[in-house]
């Protein structure tokens, strides 16, 4: 097998999104390090918006999550609440 190894643990930046209004599917490249809100279906011209509680349309309806979301990292999300607590506690 020659599967090709990055750096990070293996992000698969290709993911499958599927149209929930018509069901027409295409696979797209992913941004690493962005993520994709907006969506428009090549098919049906709707344009695909992620589901509440999901950062990005590949993580509502692609076949694999974004990339920040494999590698477990905070991405553009809107929760600023979930801030991890390695940060430096200043007293
Ligand atoms: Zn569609």
Do not use: W
Not at 6 to 17: C, E, R
């Amino acid at each position: 097998m020659t599967r090709r190894q990055n750096s990070h643990s293996a992000l698969i930046l290709d993911s499958v999104l599927t149209c929930p209004h018509c069901g027409h599917s295409k696979r797209e490249d992913m941004p690493v390090d962005a993520c994709q809100f907006f969506y428009e279906c090549e098919s049906c011209k709707t344009l695909l918006r992620p589901q509440p509680g999901d950062c990005c349309v590949f993580c509502s309806f692609g076949s694999v999550k974004c990339p920040p979301v494999q590698a477990q990292r905070q991405c553009c999300g809107e929760g600023l609440g979930a801030i991890p607590a390695d940060r430096p506690q200043v007293t």
